[in-house]
């Protein structure tokens, strides 16, 4: 049986350029969204990461063809779905599954989708995506591992969502684009993906406005048309290299950024310490003498992000003196800790708040990646760790990373993907 783990040995500062890729949470939302388009669509800097490939795999089980034109460039050829029941195991391996249903029900009126997994981070009901698609006239059940939604005719209403969603925002947007009338969606998401799904819909011909704000207005079209759209860069991709560069001491430049993006990891970063130049879609992140105490709390977009936490609670480790992060977002993201701290951090946690003193030095060890942006917070760990740190399942960052060993290794980190088939593994004491 394989066994693939990441091996980082003790590296030097990170020194170079890197190009961030294409939007994982755009991509995941555009291409079940083509479905709802009903014609041929082009989606040009698609990440290569395996929650794509999971993606393209669920489509093509429905009937979409799926071409590979070239590298980051799909056609999605939605006119021949053959079922609008998708109750398949890989749904199950990712949450973004779900935006299947309102694509589904909002181009042929129904939809039978098994009820989407993902990364362990707490609660994550779907009620009110089922709140949304019930005010626009569908009737919902959820039933042995299923959610069945159905509608003769969906008309445009006001929903107000409880809690800030950017899965129920997005789902929303895609099951109202064709329904009679204009949709409100108030207290709406409006992270940068949520302005991807609806600049790439209303390419197609789609009416929506206030995308990027919390009211947005969805003005029912009839029909949409195929499309060719560019995805755009990843944030989270870039602040993550953006921490791994300060962290490490370096010095990276960072291309095919939305720098007004990732405005709120850059304050973070200065306050720390680091010194960031800004260009056109460029910026460079360097180390400049010191590691500053920080507090942080992640918030909905464009606060702090929660995708971002663990990274920064690993190079708050780096800073002396006491630091705090609070998770504003999701119940159980601070689970990797137990794994910082088989590499010698301190960090204690209560409930949503960790508490980190920093300013130890970090040992190398085997470590587990417990989820996606824990196990990118485990990498930039290892590359100012003395000695050799194991990361094992590195299927959880390889769902949201492109090729971040070889990236990774071009700024000159010592850091490899090791293929075994042997039964070794981390063994870790309880409790630890």
Known sequence: M??????????????????????????????????????????????????????????????????????????????CISSVCADFDEIRYMRASYYLIGALLGRFGKARVSMPGGCDLGLRPMDQHIKGFEALGAKCEISGGMTNVVSDRLVGNRVYLDMVSVGATVNIIIASVKAKGTTVIENAAKEP???????????????????????????????????????????????????????????????????????????????????????????????????NRCNVKTMPYPG?????QPQMVTLLTRCKGT?????????????????????GAQISVDGHLAVIEGGNDFIGNCVKALDLRAGAALIIAGLFASG?????????????????????????????????????????????
């Open 323 to 343: 630091s705090m992060v609070t998770e504003g977002v999701w119940d159980s993201r601070f689970r990797y800790v137990s794994e910082l701290r088989r590499l």
């Open 304 to 308: 702090f992000p929660t995708d971002m």
């Open 2 to 79: 394989s066994n693939r783990r990441i091996v980082i040995k003790s590296s030097k500062p990170l020194f170079g350029e890197v190009a961030v890729a294409g939007a994982k949470n755009s991509a995941l939302a555009i291409l079940p969204s083509v479905v709802l388009v009903g014609e041929v669509c082009r989606i040009e800097n698609v990440p290569d990461i395996s929650d794509v490939s999971l993606m393209c795999k669920i489509l093509s089980k429905i009937g979409v063809k799926i071409n590979m034109i070239s590298p980051g460039c799909i056609e999605v050829d939605p006119r």
């Open 193 to 291: 993906h949520v302005v991807d799904l609806a600049n790439f819909l209303n390419s197609c011909g789609a009416d929506i406005r206030g995308a990027g704000t919390d009211v947005i207005r969805v003005n029912g079209v009839s029909k949409l048309r195929g499309t060719t759209y560019q995805i755009i860069p990843d944030q989270i991709e870039a602040g993550t290299y953006m921490i791994a560069s300060f962290a490490t001491k370096g010095n990276v430049l960072i291309k095919n950024v939305i720098t007004r993006h990732l405005e709120s990891v850059s304050a973070k970063l200065m306050e720390i310490g680091a010194n960031i130049e800004y260009k056109e879609d460029t910026l460079r992140v360097s180390y400049d003498g010191k590691f």
């Open 388 to 432: 050799v740190t194991t990361i094992e399942n590195i299927h959880h960052i390889e769902r949201g990373y492109e090729n971040i060993t070889e990236k990774l290794s071009s700024l000159g980190a010592d850091i490899r993907v090791v293929e075994s088939s042997n039964n070794r593994k981390c063994y870790h004491v309880l409790g630890a």
